[in-house]
């Protein structure tokens, strides 16, 4: 042996790719490939933000008391069973590294979020597949695969990248079949981009049941990915458990300064919702009227849509056409999505005009 050798379950894992910033040929693009807000930033963030520059030398409060608090406030929740991430990457790490490991199963839905596997398999725990039901969470098929090795079940609801999403009775189902020694992980990073009448009770479950954690994300609706803030809420021996794990001063004097100031800014969520759902709704419609050339938009309630194509031309062929017209967006091999395109709802001007690029791709 000339040289350290790496655990084999690490080696297993496919690294994750993030959706692109550039085209091949280097020019300017619109970015329809990680899902952030077009609409940018609350301006009261942004001057949280800026606010906190002056304190570069200070490490950030390790107990992020400030934006526990906020973050409690916001949504009901006690400030001690919240923990917090560099985004809610972090948090899902944090749920796999406390709770499952060599030998343990983690089970994750059928073209879930990559994130799922690799945290299965960074502690040497079995990645476990359950079905999808026409690119959505099947409830059965995920109580059909629990064992006495299951430990961990992640559901990412609206579900990346599908936007599909499973309603409060069917999570209600699924907590109620399963082990109280299975935790059960909600990953809700689209979750502000619902209507009300859509919650699918996760933060109410995690505040009277053991074995449930939520997590969230600022990255997404709140427009501070480049931040990375997450979190998670969950009961305390969980949390407890997870903070023995997470590495110190995880989240920026400036992320959570920002965050709290995203919190309070309700005009701008709702502003970036509104828009969503207009734009993600006319986008479906553009997408079915090309139906008869093979394109399908799976329902969404993200702030994406996957686009499948099913017709004479393939989404490899879409993804470089829309690559040389100026719009980035997510093709999906890696995830067992060869023939699928995600596609970031962004301003109107972008939507048209990927629209449009589309129309002209497919000749429809």
Request: proline share 5%.
């Amino acid at each position: 042996m000339n040289a350290p050798v790496p655990k084999p379950w690490i080696m297993e894992i496919a690294p994750y790719v993030p959706g692109r910033s550039t085209t091949d040929s280097g020019k300017k693009a619109a970015k329809l490939s990680s899902n952030e807000n077009p609409l940018g930033t609350a301006e009261a963030a942004r001057t949280a933000f800026d606010a906190a520059r002056v304190d570069l030398e200070r490490y950030p409060d390790a107990g992020a008391t400030a934006l526990r608090e906020a973050i409690g406030a916001h949504y009901g929740l006690d400030p001690a069973r919240i923990i917090y991430g560099t985004g809610s990457d972090e948090v899902l790490h944090l749920a796999a590294g406390a709770y499952a490991g060599p030998g343990d199963e983690v089970i994750f839905v059928h073209y879930g979020f990559a994130v799922y596997e690799i945290a299965a398999r960074r502690v040497g725990a079995v990645p476990v597949i359950a079905p999808d039901q026409d690119y959505a969470t099947d409830v059965d098929a995920i109580l059909a695969c629990v064992t006495e090795k299951t430990r961990v079940i992640f559901i990412a609801n609206p579900n990346n990248p599908t936007g599909t999403f499973t309603s409060r009775a069917e999570i209600v189902r699924l907590h109620a079949a399963l082990p109280k020694s299975v935790l059960l992980v909600l990953d809700q990073a689209y979750s502000e981009y619902l209507d009300a009448e859509d919650d699918d009770g996760g933060l109410d479950l995690a505040r009277t049941e053991s074995n449930v954690l939520v997590t969230r994300t600022f990255s997404k609706i709140f427009g501070l990915a480049a931040e990375r803030i997450g979190w998670g809420y969950a009961s305390a021996e969980i949390i407890g458990a997870m903070h023995r794990i997470r590495a110190p001063f995880n989240v920026t004097i400036a992320g959570q300064m920002a965050a709290i100031a995203a919190l309070g800014a309700t005009d701008f969520v709702e502003q970036s919702r509104t828009h969503n759902k207009q734009w993600r709704g006319w986008f479906a419609d553009q997408i079915a009227s090309m139906g008869n050339k093979g394109l399908r938009a799976v329902a969404s309630k993200a702030n994406f849509i996957l686009v499948l194509f099913e017709g004479d031309v393939s989404a490899e062929t879409a993804y470089k056409g829309l690559m040389d017209r100026g719009y980035i967006v997510r093709w999906l091999p890696g995830q067992g999505l060869p023939h699928g395109l995600r596609i970031t709802i962004g301003t109107a001007e972008e939507a048209q005009g990927v629209a449009a690029a589309l129309r002209d791709i497919v000749g429809g």
